[in-house]
Every structure is written in structure tokens, then in C-alpha cells.
């Protein structure tokens, strides 16, 4: 299972860092997380995602140079972190495991087999 947490209201330009915990018997450095978002009336996009082994990573365009992902892979948790947040980063953010042992990670919806709930982040300016 996987839980995401750490969104909140914020103003426009501020930081947030979200969390993604899993839990399970299975071993958390066994999948890719990604991490993916859905505004109000859009589809669900990609926002990034970390391999494994924390080696590979890849941003959306939309949010390089001002994010990062990263991994505890002893914790068992992912991390995105945003900073200079903006009105158009409102969404609803899911993490997601890929169980493929790729060294670059997936930016495709279809790859991951499971999500979490989603947690709220609301950007206003």
C-alpha cells in the first residue's frame, strides 16, 4: 500500500515537500515510485519519478528546476519536494509503485500497478 501526505493551501511561491510511505511485505527498493497529478476537469499527468535505486530519475517539464524526488529506500518513503509553487500546481498528487526494475523510471500511467489516494495541494496567489 502506499500512502501520500504533506499537501496543504499554501500561497503562490511557496515550498511543500510530500511523502510517500508504503507498506508491505514487499521489499520498497523493489519498484520505482512516480509521482502524478490531476487538476480540476483534466487528466491525470506525470510529474516525476525515481527508480529503484534511487539512480534514475525524471521530471515533467512543467515542474524541472524547481522539484526534486528523491528516496529512503531504508524508511520506505519517496519524496517530491516543490518549490515556487504556483496556481497551475493545484492538484490532487498520487504516488505510484512500477515494479519494473528499470534504471530510468516510467512516465507512463499504464506502468505503475499501484496508487495511493492522493493528497490535496492548493496554490493561490
Known amino acids: 500500500q502506499l500512502a501520500e501526505s504533506g499537501g496543504g493551501s499554501v500561497q503562490t511561491g511557496a515550498s511543500l515537500r510530500l511523502s510517500c510511505a508504503a507498506s508491505g511485505r514487499r521489499a520498497f527498493s523493489s519498484f520505482a515510485i512516480g509521482w502524478f497529478r490531476q487538476a480540476p476537469g483534466k487528466e491525470r499527468e506525470f510529474v516525476a519519478a525515481?527508480?529503484?535505486?534511487?539512480?534514475?530519475?525524471r521530471l515533467a517539464d512543467s515542474v524541472k528546476g524547481r522539484s526534486n524526488i528523491s528516496r529512503d529506500n531504508a524508511k520506505k518513503f519517496a519524496y517530491l519536494e516543490m518549490f515556487g509553487l504556483k496556481p497551475e500546481d493545484t492538484a490532487v498528487y498520487y504516488c505510484?509503485?512500477?515494479?519494473?526494475?528499470?534504471?530510468?523510471?516510467?512516465?507512463?500511467?499504464?506502468?505503475?500497478?499501484?496508487w495511493g489516494l492522493g493528497t490535496q495541494v492548493t496554490v493561490s496567489s
Open positions: 525515481i527508480s529503484w535505486s534511487g539512480g534514475g530519475t
Open positions: 505510484a509503485a512500477d515494479y519494473r526494475l528499470n534504471q530510468i523510471p516510467s512516465t507512463s500511467q499504464s506502468d505503475y500497478e499501484y
